[in-house]
């Protein structure tokens, strides 16, 4: 194989895919590093190579033009005049899970709000959370203050990415998705005003940041979030003989949408796994009722079941399982995902449980939806999947082992789309697939056209265009531009 010079400086890391050509100029840089209050990253840097990192390994040959560590708003806002001046793509980092990568970009500017990471709790209960806080610094504190922030369990997730997505969680049938406690949030948009946007400043550009995706509109740098009073929870697991599988899912999508909203579960369904846990907002006793019933309705006992009332922390803690995920290193992973929605129950489930088991590679999460959800209107914030059943992640490991990323979204296509019209064109934004078919109708549904029409608005330039954003891309609005 013949590797020109461009493709080895590129993988040997010895400069970004824009300095090759010398653009932007060596003085520019400098320029904007004595502009910013927090450090400035390029290539040859002490620390790029780490700060350059996100969470997933696949992605650690990107090779980024700098990373902006923004210490205030005015280093956004400088950030993102440098990239629109020189005709560089841009990319917020917060928590960097992004399944595509999307949280890095090659020859680009990087903008870090690790920084951005402030969590206070007003005597109101209202939370105000810099975009750059993790999901358990912002549980530790809030349970500290007596409160709770419904929201994922994985503790390095950040804020930002999960809410502007919507934001799933084992407590949302009772209350809601983490959008739905959005009150406020400022954000740097493309002409580098920050504005504080809520339902009565800029409403259509609030509307758009709950449920809307991350990255679209431009780099939020805080919230405020509504927050409910803490109390215990009653979680519980179940775990059937893999064969259950598809007794499980029949019976489960009978029994969930009829159990009262303080029921939450979360199905887990891979070749050798049949399992059921969640949360109870009730007596545990109650709750045994509950799970009693769906065991009667799946027809074959558990082979293990646990049930147990803890403090919401340790509840929101003991469902961030890190054995479960795939390609481990040093607390950072390999592995990637995909996901539709069950807008239906399956008409048969046997052959649903085929598909997603079929890879042994491949484990699918069923997070279970309804309630609180559903009662909020499809159009009445940019999350348009209020009225499914459930989410499904499908999720394959992507370290080398495994066959790499490559082979890893052959096998997640292959369930993907596997599952026939009845799951129709669906899929969760915060989930995103590059290879994702019709994937904005997937992601925005109902709404597609008015979030493409508030993009146009805030991000007339495409200075935030990426592969799957709503802003179109600047070669195509800058038509007469050389």
């Given at each position: 194989m013949t590797v020109d010079r461009r493709t080895f400086l590129r993988i040997s890391g010895a400069v970004p895919v824009a300095g090759l050509a010398g653009w932007p100029p060596p003085d520019d840089w400098e320029r904007l590093r004595r502009r910013l209050s927090g450090p400035l990253f390029r290539p040859g840097d002490a620390g790029y190579p780490e700060v350059k990192q996100v969470f997933f390994t696949m992605y650690d040959d990107r090779m980024p033009a700098a990373v902006v560590g923004a210490a205030c708003v005015e280093d956004i806002q400088a950030a993102i005049a440098f990239a629109a001046r020189h005709r560089l793509p841009?990319?917020?980092?917060?928590?960097?899970?992004?399944?595509?990568?999307?949280?890095?970009?090659?020859?680009?500017?990087?903008?870090?709000?690790?920084?951005?990471?402030?969590?206070?709790?007003?005597?109101?209960?209202?939370?105000?959370?810099?975009?750059?806080?993790?999901?358990?610094?912002?549980?530790?504190?809030?349970?500290?203050?007596?409160?709770?922030?419904?929201?994922?369990?994985?503790?390095?997730?950040?804020?930002?990415?999960?809410?502007?997505?919507?934001?799933?969680?084992?407590?949302?049938?009772?209350?809601?998705?983490?959008?739905?406690?959005?009150?406020?949030?400022?954000?740097?948009?493309?002409?580098?005003?920050?504005?504080?946007?809520?339902?009565?400043?800029?409403?259509?550009?609030?509307?758009?940041?709950?449920?809307?995706?991350?990255?679209?509109?431009?780099?939020?740098?805080?919230?405020?979030?509504?927050?409910?009073?803490?109390?215990?929870?009653?979680t519980f697991q179940l775990y059937f003989p893999p064969a259950a599988g598809a007794d499980l899912l029949a019976a489960w999508q009978e029994w969930q949408p009829a159990g009262p909203d303080e029921l939450w579960s979360g199905m887990g369904l891979a070749a050798n796994e049949a399992s059921l846990g969640g949360t109870f907002l009730g007596p545990e006793a109650r709750l045994k009722e509950l799970l009693d019933d769906l065991i009667r309705r799946v027809g074959t006992p558990p082979i293990d079941q646990r049930r147990q009332v803890m403090d919401h922390l340790s509840a929101m803690r003991s469902f961030d399982d890190h054995d479960s995920r795939p390609g481990a290193l040093e607390a950072r992973y390999a592995y990637t995902g995909t996901s539709r929605m069950l807008t239906r129950p399956a008409a048969d489930p046997g052959a649903v449980v085929e598909v997603l088991t079929r890879d042994p590679g491949v484990r699918t999460i069923v997070d279970s939806a309804g309630g609180a959800i559903a009662r909020v209107g499809a159009r009445d914030t940019a999350f348009p999947h209020r009225k499914s059943l459930a989410s499904l992640q499908f999720l394959h490991g992507a370290a080398p082992e495994d066959g790499g990323e490559a082979a890893a979204r052959r096998s997640l296509a292959a369930v993907r789309d596997g599952l026939g019209p009845e799951f129709g064109t669906t899929g969760y934004v915060n989930y995103l697939d590059p290879e994702m078919p019709d994937w904005a109708e997937a992601y925005y549904g109902v709404n597609l056209p008015r979030l493409r029409a508030v993009a146009r608005k805030y991000d007339p330039r495409g200075i935030f265009a990426f592969p799957q954003g709503l802003s179109a891309p600047r070669s195509t609005v800058h038509k007469g531009e050389s």
């Open positions: 841009v990319a917020a980092r917060s928590g960097g899970h992004s399944y595509p990568g999307y949280s890095t970009v090659d020859g680009g500017i990087v903008v870090d709000l690790s920084r951005f990471s402030g969590i206070e709790v007003r005597p109101d209960g209202r939370a105000a959370i810099g975009a750059g806080a993790r999901l358990g610094p912002i549980a530790t504190t809030l349970a500290a203050a007596g409160r709770v922030l419904p929201a994922g369990s994985c503790d390095t997730v950040g804020i930002a990415g999960l809410a502007l997505g919507g934001g799933v969680g084992v407590l949302d049938r009772k209350y809601g998705l983490t959008c739905d406690h959005l009150e406020a949030a400022r954000i740097v948009t493309a002409d580098g005003r920050l504005r504080t946007v809520s339902a009565t400043a800029e409403p259509d550009l609030f509307w758009a940041l709950r449920g809307g995706g991350g990255g679209n509109f431009g780099i939020v740098t805080g919230f405020t979030f509504r927050t409910v009073a803490v109390a215990d929870v009653a």
